[in-house]
């Protein structure tokens, strides 16, 4: 099966600019988390989908954030206006939410975000 | 807090050795799941450890589960230079979330 697909890799912005990250997770996979990694850091839980629903969002850091997940397929994750401590490696991941490997993540290889 | 949190922060070993990481975390979990993570990629699942275990093998890798002490260790042997990259525990809560801490960063020197 096909992986985690992150787009894009890398996006270099300046301050007060808005990007839009995707994620397509794995197919039949219900559950969808975001991450993000600051240098050094931890890898910090932003949030968590069921299909299109917003799980647990306790971790978006504030209302600059916007996680969507139209349809229960693809999420984009949405930082406008963009600050540099924004900065830092997002992280898409999908697990199956029943049956064989349930709960077990599958990540992308990630979304580096740079504010100038 | 529910993430887990690594210990120690950075080890270094020769390859052959053994090596050992502990974590730490304070929610009741349904499972604890080891994950590791290679330079500029994203995390790659080891192994899943249930909270009615005690220990689970796979391979070169021995994991460990004390749920009075809310800690865990991940232990592998015979390291190999290949094994270099941090390695994260995420304790799985009722909410089926992950929360990974800082990770150990090990180096297995050839």
């Given at each position: 099966?096909?992986?985690?697909?992150?787009?894009?890799?890398?996006?270099?912005?300046?301050?007060?600019?808005?990007?839009?990250?995707?994620?397509?997770?794995?197919?039949?996979?219900d559950?969808?988390?975001?991450?993000?990694?600051?240098?050094?850091?931890?890898?910090?839980?932003?949030?968590?989908?069921?299909?299109?629903?917003?799980?647990?969002?306790?971790?978006?850091p504030?209302?600059?954030?916007?996680?969507?997940?139209?349809?229960?397929?693809?999420s984009?994750?949405?930082?406008?206006?963009?600050?540099?401590?924004?900065?830092?490696?997002?992280?898409?991941?999908?697990?199956?939410?029943?049956?064989?490997?349930?709960?077990?993540?599958?990540?992308?290889?990630?979304?580096?975000?740079?504010?100038? | 807090?529910?993430?887990?949190?690594?210990?120690?922060?950075?080890?270094?070993?020769?390859?052959?050795?053994?090596?050992?990481?502990?974590c730490?975390?304070?929610?009741?979990?349904?499972?604890?799941?080891?994950?590791?993570?290679?330079?500029?990629?994203g995390?790659?699942?080891?192994?899943l450890i249930?909270?009615?275990?005690?220990?689970?093998?796979?391979?070169?890798?021995?994991?460990?589960?004390?749920?009075?002490?809310?800690?865990s260790?991940?232990?592998?042997?015979?390291?190999?230079?290949a094994d270099?990259?941090?390695?994260?525990?995420?304790?799985?809560?009722?909410?089926?979330?992950?929360?990974?801490?800082?990770?150990?960063?090990?180096?297995?020197?050839?």
């Amino acid at each position: 099966e096909a992986g985690v697909t992150q787009f894009p890799s890398h996006s270099v912005i300046e301050k007060g600019q808005t990007v839009t990250l995707r994620c397509d997770p794995i197919s039949g996979h219900d559950n969808l988390y975001w991450y993000r990694r600051v240098m050094g850091k931890e890898i910090k839980f932003l949030l968590h989908f069921v299909k299109e629903s917003k799980q647990d969002e306790s971790g978006m850091p504030n209302n600059r954030f916007l996680a969507e997940r139209t349809g229960g397929t693809y999420s984009t994750l949405k930082v406008q206006p963009a600050e540099l401590e924004d900065s830092g490696v997002y992280f898409c991941a999908s697990s199956r939410r029943q049956g064989a490997g349930a709960n077990v993540l599958t990540f992308g290889a990630g979304s580096r975000l740079t504010v100038l | 807090s529910q993430q887990g949190e690594e210990d120690p922060q950075a080890l270094s070993i020769q390859e052959g050795e053994n090596a050992t990481m502990n974590c730490s975390y304070k929610t009741s979990i349904n499972n604890l799941q080891w994950y590791r993570q290679n330079s500029g990629r994203g995390l790659v699942h080891l192994i899943l450890i249930r909270s009615n275990e005690r220990e689970k093998h796979s391979g070169r890798l021995r994991v460990t589960l004390d749920t009075s002490k809310k800690s865990s260790s991940l232990l592998i042997t015979a390291s190999r230079a290949a094994d270099t990259a941090s390695y994260f525990c995420g304790p799985l809560t009722g909410a089926n979330n992950l929360f990974f801490g800082t990770g150990t960063r090990l180096t297995v020197i050839p």
